[in-house]
């Protein structure tokens, strides 16, 4: 008899649909009631903010994929140059590819658009997108469904498209037409966008911020999601794994991968895996190797040679920092370095502890900046 081949559940990379979305009910129920709802109903408009790997993006893909389920449509787009340009175009049906059919409204023509990729004029692209959206909708609403359009990494976006998107939302909403907008992205996204006057529909939005998901929910998800492939995780074991994600999505799928890989490497034989201790802690070392890497790496790469050096600075307690401790570590006034203290709680890399104190808001930063503080220095011309 051939063995089947069981693959490793877990998905820890960007954008991958984990074996379980674990502590998102609410926030699922939220959007859910926004469909059932109709128009006008808070979910049908809505901002996800997290850090980087909190499941910003799974949840827009799980968004649609709830939305599907009811015959609605469904457009994803992620910011950047030309995102208008891009909505517009894939609002524009291709030839043979007509679930509806579609006819060029008379103002889309009459501005010189053709269908066939034209760039519209950027005064006008508000109006064109509108009703490029409008027409959409009459061929969904007679068949009693809708339109789903999610925005992904929302803090990148240009702002002349945001101003075509927002005047879209503003009149359709105003219409009552069957739409649901959600835009995720960072935190900054929200000091970027809502004290912009033209971004009033943003602040309307409902806003869902991803945190960290409670552990007794990923001990839970971490015990079925190795039962589902025949292994057991229990006892010590499983309270290793579970502490070591720190509640963090992403870590949840790193730990959960590389603990389930050392346990079949380690047992090749055995029927059925049970995970020991060494399995577990060899695990957690991998998936923390792999974190620093995707997460803490590029984090950092994004962040000016300042910012660094109030981290490293941070990165010498073992707890909260004191932030008057830090300006005098960095050699800086309070004032200065209380800047550099509001960049990085907004970038959502640290966060307030009470009065004075700060901490870091990404898990395994502080030890990340700890082993890597010579290269750090070296790389971005930092001298003390
Ligand atoms: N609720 C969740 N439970 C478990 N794993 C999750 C959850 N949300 C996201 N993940 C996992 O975390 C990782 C990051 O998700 P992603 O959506 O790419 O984050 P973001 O877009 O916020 O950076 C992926 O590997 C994904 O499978
Ligand atoms: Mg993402």
Known sequence: MTKTRITNPFKPSAGHLPPVLIGRDIILDDFQEGLDNGSGAPGRLMRITGARGTGKTVMLAEFRRMAEQQGW?????????????????????????????????????????????????????????????????????????????????????????????????????????????????????????LNDDVMTFLRRAQPERLGDVPLAEVSQAFTDTFAGTGMVLKDTPLDLATQATAGYPFMIQLVGYHIWRVAKRHHPQDASITVTVEDAEAGVRDALSRLGDTVHGPELDGLSPIDKTYLLAMAQDDGPSSTSTIAERMGKDARYASMYRMRLIEAQVIEERGYGKVDFAIPYLREYLREHAAYIRMTTGIVE
């Open 73 to 193: 449509q469904t457009i994803s787009e992620t910011a950047s140059a030309g995102m208008a340009q891009r909505l517009l175009e894939k609002l524009q049906p291709k030839k043979g590819n007509l679930s509806f059919s579609f006819e060029p409204s008379i103002s889309v023509m009459s501005m010189g658009g053709s269908l066939g990729g034209v760039h519209y004029e950027k005064s006008r692209m508000p109006l064109t997108l509108r009703d490029a959206m409008s027409e959409r909708l009459d061929a969904l609403e007679k068949h009693d469904t809708g339109l789903l359009v999610t925005i992904d990494e929302a803090q990148a976006a240009d702002r002349d498209d945001m101003v075509a998107i927002a005047t879209t939302i503003q009149h359709l909403t105003s219409e009552d037409r069957n739409i649901a907008f959600v835009f995720a992205g960072l935190p900054s996204m929200t000091s970027k966008w």
